[in-house]
């Protein structure tokens, strides 16, 4: 299979992710939780893996909070700042787990909208919005489904000096580009492990750099006569056991990916990504792109609906995501509803070679057609 | 003989003291804290010798790690608590 999804989560990962999991699954207890040898490596190989993310992100360990994926993050961020009624601004690219997130809530959300690969316009959008009254505000970092980067620092200037707590979602850039909470001024930061960071399915981050409410209430291994949940951090965001197979599963992507030059993956991604547009474009596509794009490319085909295209390429071996991409809010902005996009998106893993493959199979569909 | 223990809220702060103190090359002991020394129950504590106390109490403000207790293992076995430091 060409596995061009990675949008979706990353199929392929390091050959070390697996061997941590199978490590862990095999010797590994419950960390916090007893004094003995298998739960002293638990409680080891979660730090590592703590430490690695704090090094990566430029926080401090007990800032990491391990989090099933970036919806449970962006959860508890959001549900730290903002209840019924509270004016929260967002960016008009985001994900369901932002918009139904706040919809739960009860908040009062103000989308903005600019040309999606306009880093000024953005900028100006949410200069606009960020009026007084304004309770937080949401931004994603880069686009689940067109790719586009958003100014987050700048947006986060902008909060800070207007004393708005400010949720970056980097789900689609985490891995691929710098991400750095104090310099973004981000109250919170969430992400899931298993995309760009290389892990396993079942993890996430959510980098605190302020006190949240916690998403759920439990046992903790620490200061177990207390009713309350702990003041202190991670544990005030990590009642119940740890999926610590997947924690360890993690370490071994990000030290994968510290052992990698950044920028040499990052411009290899957009160079795949350009490559593929320009052959898509060259066969009557009509591509989204832009300046910035990072990790993802939405496109159409003259005269296929795009789940009946996304279907075809799957029975030649090739999985794309077609459609809304949980991300209706996006659709509307780019003007992509009610049909939704095609989605092409790749990782460290995918070669030139799969993307010659995808090219012919589309020249393919498109005379069939 | 490790008979001096710093108590810790939880297991990070607990590993985060326990790397600091290494590094700074002061032998020392991660585990479970006494019931003795957790009166909210369930913490961690990290063993040194007495005579590192001072230094390690040092080593751990530096670090950012919040000592609950500085506790001191009694020759008739328990603990009690030791002026050092806090």
């Known amino acids: 299979m060409i596995y061009l999804d990675n949008a979706a989560t990353t199929l392929q990962k390091p050959p070390g992710v697996r061997q941590a999991v199978l490590r862990a699954m095999e010797r590994c207890a419950n960390p916090g939780r007893g004094g003995h040898a298998a739960a002293r490596l638990a409680e080891e190989t979660v730090y590592r893996t703590r430490c690695l993310a704090a090094e990566y992100f430029g926080l401090e360990p007990e800032q990491i909070c391990f989090t099933a994926n970036a919806t449970e993050g962006l959860n508890a961020a959001l549900g730290s700042l903002a209840g019924t009624g509270d004016r929260v601004v967002i960016s008009g690219l985001e994900h369901n787990a932002v918009t139904r997130c706040l919809t739960g809530l009860g908040a009062r959300i103000v989308p903005v909208a600019a040309p999606l690969f306009s880093r000024e316009a953005w900028l100006e959008a949410f200069d606009r919005a960020l009026i007084p009254g304004t309770k937080a505000a949401a931004c994603l970092h880069v686009s689940n489904v067109f790719g586009a980067l958003l100014p987050v620092e700048e947006i986060g200037a902008l909060c800070a000096a207007r004393g708005i707590p400010f949720v970056v979602d980097a789900s689609q850039s985490a891995g691929l580009l710098p991400v750095r909470p104090a310099a973004w001024q981000a109250a919170f930061v969430a992400m899931p492990g298993h995309k760009g960071l290389l892990g396993p399915q079942g993890t996430g981050l959510l980098l605190c750099r302020q006190q949240p409410r916690p998403l759920r209430f439990g046992g903790t291994g620490s200061r177990s006569v207390e009713q309350t949940m702990p003041e202190e951090l991670p544990d005030r965001m990590e009642a119940g056991t740890l999926n610590v197979p997947g924690i360890a599963g993690l370490g071994a992507g990000l030290a994968w990916l510290r052992s990698r030059d950044p920028a040499a993956l990052l411009a290899g991604e957009r160079a795949l990504l350009a490559r593929a547009a320009e052959g898509l474009e060259r066969l009557g596509a009509r591509c989204y792109r832009g300046p910035g794009q990072t990790g993802v490319l939405s496109f159409r085909l003259p005269g296929l609906d795009c789940e009946e295209a996304a279907e075809a390429y799957g029975r030649r071996g090739i999985a794309l995501r077609a459609g809304l991409h949980c991300a209706p809010l996006a659709h509307r902005t780019a003007g992509t509803l009610p049909e939704g996009t095609i989605r092409l998106s790749v990782s460290p893993m995918t070669r030139q070679p799969e993307l010659e493959r995808f090219l012919r199979v589309t020249g393919a569909l498109l005379k069939k057609r | ?86």
Do not use: I, N
């Open chain 2, 1 to 86: 003989m490790h008979d001096l223990y710093l108590t810790v809220r939880s297991v990070t702060p607990a590993q985060k003291g326990w790397d600091a103190l290494l590094r700074a090359g002061l032998d020392c002991r991660m585990l479970r804290a006494p019931r003795q020394t957790a009166p909210k129950g369930c913490g961690y504590a990290l063993a040194l010798a007495v005579r590192d106390g001072a230094a390690a109490l040092r080593v751990l403000d530096r670090a950012g790690v919040r000592v609950e207790g500085v506790w001191r293992r009694l020759p008739e076995g328990g603990f009690e608590r030791s002026g050092m430091g806090l």
